[in-house]
């Protein structure tokens, strides 16, 4: 999809203020906030910084209500740089990516872009594989949203999709709460509302490498899942509709694997999806006082948990980063660079009547919540 941008007027006399001597205050991740400072489709752009007491630092744009930085202590007490992403909004624009984005109004596949509620059959854009992923081309996540920074720590996010946005029936209003708390976790509430019914699976796409560099893989990471089974895809990446085991399976992560001990196995599922590219089946859906999964770094030391009232997380590994796409400070990232945890239901859940329902109807609020915990395992 075309976008089409401006720097803002603002931005621009900054930047002519920078060319007579004056030095651009950065984020502690680096970002020059000004490069962020920008117009979208006749939207203005931002970036905005959340800390807490710790030292933590999330930065995240209202395009896309992308994730752009987030500044984790490691072993070591040094702060790193743990997701993956770009230095402007010209480079989120220009370059054809989900780096830390919303994703809307339909996380993940459904079959065909094609789908029936209450007998009336809807046609999405079909932009994978001849189905509808992440809500097609002109999803959530190239949407700019409403943004109010309620607190250093808070910043709710706000957009109005309209009946018959990219398919999708229903007037929705959504409204997306970023929370980064003392205890150094990144809380993501999700709650929408519609006049028609409609299907929702919402969810954040952040490419997370807990060693803090990008330039190198994720393959030495430490991986756990509290899943028992997983939903098995065929060679367009589409859910069968099996619930598999992940009993003597690539796919058992239950006690914790390196995340590159069998990420070349000629199993036939790693095969399909040239790697990890799959939905993991919690063992306790809708729990949040419990981890749903656990990723570690052996050199920096950090530890995240994950937790959600979600059915499944999908599970990610990088496999299409080819080394072409270059983001933050210049950096290549090479294949399998970053690990995506993203928190949602099933994929083209709303075509198999069996797994749980992601049709929301006129009078019920959608909610969904996702929790980033670091810690570090000194």
Avoid at 355 to 367: L, M
Wanted: hydrophobic share 35%; net charge negative; aromatic share 10%.
């Amino acid at each position: 999809m075309k976008k089409y941008f401006v720097i803002g007027a603002a931005a621009a006399m900054l930047a002519a203020c920078n060319q007579g001597g004056k030095t651009p205050e950065l984020t502690k991740s680096g970002l020059d906030p000004e490069n962020f400072v920008s117009t979208v489709d006749g939207q203005p752009t931002a970036l905005y910084t959340l800390t807490n007491a710790d030292g933590m630092e999330a930065c995240i744009t209202n395009f896309g209500g992308r994730i752009v930085s987030l500044m984790v202590p490691g072993a070591d007490g040094q702060f790193r740089d743990v997701v993956l992403g770009h230095d402007s909004i010209a480079d989120y624009v220009n370059i054809d990516g989900n780096f830390g984005a919303l994703i809307g109004r339909y996380g993940n596949r459904i079959n065909q872009g094609r789908f029936t509620l209450d007998d009336v059959e809807y046609q999405l854009p079909q932009n994978n594989y001849g189905h509808c992923l992440h809500g097609g081309p002109k999803g959530f996540h190239n949407s700019v949203w409403n943004a109010n920074q309620t607190s250093d720590s808070t910043l709710v996010l706000t957009l109005a999709s309209p009946d018959g946005e990219a398919g999708f029936p229903g007037n929705v209003d959504v409204e997306v709460t970023y929370t980064l708390s003392s205890d150094n976790a990144l809380r993501i509430d999700y709650k929408a509302t519609t006049d028609k019914p409609t299907i929702l699976n919402l969810t954040n796409h952040s490419y997370f490498n807990l060693s803090g560099d990008p330039s190198h893989d994720i393959l030495g990471e430490t991986l756990s899942f509290r899943a028992s089974r997983f939903t098995p895809i065929d060679s367009t990446f589409m859910t069968s509709g099996e619930l598999r085991d992940v009993e003597g399976t690539p796919f058992d992560f239950r006690e914790g694997r390196v995340v590159g001990d069998s990420i070349n196995s000629s199993y036939c599922q790693i095969a399909n999806g040239l790697g990890y590219d799959h939905n993991m089946v919690l063992d306790n859906p809708g729990d949040l006082t419990a981890s749903a999964a656990t990723l570690s770094d052996p050199e920096s030391g950090i530890v995240m948990d994950v937790y959600t009232n979600e059915p499944g997380i999908q599970f990610y590994a990088g496999n299409f980063l080819d080394g072409t796409v270059k983001g933050k400070k210049g950096i290549a990232y090479p294949k399998r660079s970053a690990i995506c945890l993203e928190t949602q239901h099933f994929p083209d859940s709303p075509n198999k009547a069996e797994w749980p329902s992601v049709v929301v109807r006129p009078g019920e609020t959608y909610t969904s919540t996702c929790i980033y915990k670091f810690s570090t395992n000194n």
